[in-house]
């Protein structure tokens, strides 16, 4: 399965409703909760465990620098990093494995096209008791 990121799925997104991710955000405010609003609260999650996933990757790349020491109590912070960084990873892979299933489900509808020559209404035959068996 391959690995979207929120840009990935943004685009999806957009491509999906046809219009820029801002201007969906827009509107889903003003809507009932529905598709278009469970798309971005899960496009907003992935982003959110990206930005952490980059937060605490760094941060865990400042802890355990050569030049630096790790005492005890560096190493409480160092085991707490790493713990929030696989959290992260794990909420991202979740998120994006879910994104890519949903979207995938989704396409849009192409507009029928119009018919060449219009189709004359025509009455149904009325319904009669021919069929039916003669009451004794």
């Avoid at 937060?55 to 050569?66: E, G, I, K, S, T």
């Amino acid at each position: 399965m391959p690995h979207l990121t929120s840009t990935d799925i943004a685009g999806r997104i957009e491509d999906l409703y046809g219009a820029p991710l801002a201007d969906l955000v827009t509107h889903a405010q003003d809507q009932p909760p529905g598709m278009l609003s469970a798309l971005l609260g899960l496009h907003h999650g992935l982003a959110l465990a990206e930005r952490s996933i980059t937060f605490h990757r760094d941060r865990l790349a400042q802890l355990v620098h050569p030049e630096g020491q790790i005492g005890a109590h560096e190493v409480s912070h160092v085991l707490d990093c790493a713990r929030r960084l696989a959290e992260a990873v794990a909420v991202r892979d979740v998120q994006a494995a879910t994104g890519l299933a949903v979207l995938q489900s989704l396409g849009r509808i192409a507009a029928p096209e119009p018919a060449s020559a219009p189709v004359p209404d025509v009455a149904a035959p009325p319904i009669t008791a021919a069929g039916a068996a003669p009451r004794r």
